[in-house]
């Protein structure tokens, strides 16, 4: 029962957001870990037909909400934006993907080495913990998860690259298992509470710390050159933003509490927890306003722009299309026109636009940036930032 809700409720999550059908593969990876694990063969049945609920009850939920609510192009899980990306898939293409998929992946293990290698050290030595104890489940689901969901992120950022000017491969989308994060903490204080062998402790403690700091010398090397803030992607990385001092001032923190992890364990947890932890939020925090700020400010003629156009064309606003090259400035139109009637239609910069480009069903149109139309349009309001014009009648598409 518990399976078939989880499954129902991840299918209207994926409805709201294409990207919540990534927590189904990372799901399935914790029931076949548990199934594994299983400490009787009941146990390992029982884990097996729930995970089989799980994919049911989102298969189907997903496809019949998705069918139901927006058509036959919404049934697939991946819906209209994503799935012609994957059909057009070849296995040449998958291949060149190889070295964007690798690349991807390793911006983003960066950033997560440069905020999270004392708790995954401790998450990691959870897993080994005897069958049983209440934290090796929550630790194998979080490494469960945020291991598959990381390179399937980076498929995803690889395949999606070039599709339109935003999308770039130097994007890290920590935003897609955020989610996973707060459960680092929550284990690493957890941690607190756990005596481990001494036999265990040394050897594998210090393979972790060895391997999570070159990966955090790494991050403070690279991370600089070669990732840019962005704070709706990865607002935990937006310290980047303040310059080299924050930065290198968090790095040196995280360094100092994997250090004193690898000398004592507790010791290294809580300095993390109450040194390294609070300064991060409250970097990153202050960071990502600021950039949020000097977005909104840049921003704003284009977002005055919209509603005077939704304000001027009323009832038009439902047949109307806006047109540019630009594709935060054309949804940040769309958004202020607030009709689920109007359409955008994206071109190559400074391109003409043909009328028999644009659906006929449309009256009016909204051209954002420098854009000629290669037919004769009747303009009806002007700003610095857009044009809107009345578009000549036409057969309807049959």
Not at 16 to 40: D, N, P, Q, R, S
Not at 147 to 170: M, N, P, R
Not at 196 to 206: K, V
Request: with cysteine; hydrophobic share 55%; charged share 15%.
């Amino acid at each position: 029962l518990y399976a078939a809700y989880f499954g129902s409720l991840l299918a209207v999550m994926s409805l709201v957001k294409a990207h919540g059908v990534f927590l189904f593969t990372g799901i399935l990876v914790f029931y076949g870990g548990m199934a594994i694990c299983a400490e009787t063969k009941d146990v390992r049945n029982r884990t097996v037909l729930a995970a089989a609920i799980f994919a049911m009850a989102f298969l189907a939920a997903r496809m019949l909400l998705g069918y139901w609510t927006a058509g036959p192009a919404a049934a697939w899980p991946f819906g209209s934006a994503y799935t012609p990306l994957l059909a057009d898939m070849t296995f040449a293409r998958w291949v060149k993907l190889i070295w964007p998929v690798a690349y991807s992946l390793y911006l983003q293990l960066l950033g997560i080495a440069l905020l999270f290698s004392t708790p995954l050290c401790a998450v990691i030595l959870c897993c080994g913990l005897k069958p049983g104890h209440m934290l090796r489940r929550a630790a194998w689901l979080t490494v469960a998860v945020l291991s598959v969901h990381v390179v399937i992120v980076a498929c995803f950022t690889a395949t999606i690259a070039g599709a339109s000017a935003l999308e770039t491969i130097d994007r890290v989308h920590f935003r897609y298992y955020s989610f996973v994060f707060p459960l680092l903490f929550v284990l690493a204080a957890g941690f607190l509470t756990v005596q481990l062998p001494r036999t265990d402790a040394g050897r594998s403690r210090l393979a972790l710390v060895a391997a999570f700091g070159a990966l955090l010398a790494l991050a403070a090397w690279r991370l600089p050159l070669e990732y840019k803030a962005n704070f709706v992607d990865s607002p935990e990385l937006a310290s980047l933003a303040g310059g080299r001092r924050p930065f290198y001032l968090l790095v040196g923190l995280s360094a100092a509490a994997l250090a004193a992890f690898a000398w004592r364990p507790k010791l290294g947890i809580a300095t993390y927890l109450f040194v390294f932890a609070p300064l991060a939020v409250a970097t990153s925090g202050f960071h990502a306003l600021q950039l949020q700020r000097h977005h909104v400010l840049a921003n704003e003629p284009i977002d005055r722009s919209g509603r005077l156009a939704r304000l001027y064309l009323e009832a038009e606003v439902a047949r109307t299309i806006v047109i540019g090259s630009d594709g935060p400035q054309v949804f940040r139109v769309l958004f202020q026109l607030d009709s689920p009637g109007a359409q955008a239609h994206f071109a190559e910069p400074g391109a003409a636009i043909p009328l028999s480009a644009l659906p006929s069903d449309r009256t009016t149109a909204i051209v954002v940036g420098e854009h000629q139309l290669s037919f004769e349009a009747t303009s009806i309001l002007s700003t610095a930032r857009m044009s809107v014009v009345r578009l000549p009648p036409r057969e309807p598409a049959r």
